[in-house]
């Protein structure tokens, strides 16, 4: 199987990655900012994963786990509408 093209680019992951929401009762602040120092160490410049110095974001990468991708497709539905949708193999 060849891996899939769109536009001249070639995709071999979908990546996402989605806001946490800082201010709900439900996040721990001090979790959130341990998680960050952890991941941007104590000097955090314009390379810092969390620039806010909490975790704010969180990354999903899939992985190809067949190699028979006819069946599947990426899709973003971002704001109540569909924006792409696309079959696995697209040449």
């Known amino acids: 199987m060849a891996p899939s093209k769109l536009g001249g680019t070639l995709y071999l992951q979908v990546e996402l990655e ?17 998680i960050a120092l952890n991941v941007d160490g104590a000097c955090a410049d314009e390379t810092s994963t969390y620039s806010s110095k909490l975790m704010d974001k969180q990354t999903f990468c899939s992985s190809q786990t067949t190699s028979n991708t006819a069946r599947y497709a990426a899709a973003l539905y971002r704001q109540g509408t569909w924006v792409w949708l696309y079959p696995g193999e697209i040449t």
Not at 18 to 34: F, H, L
């Open 18 to 34: 989605m806001a946490i929401d800082t201010v709900n009762p439900n996040y721990c602040r001090s979790k959130g900012e341990q």
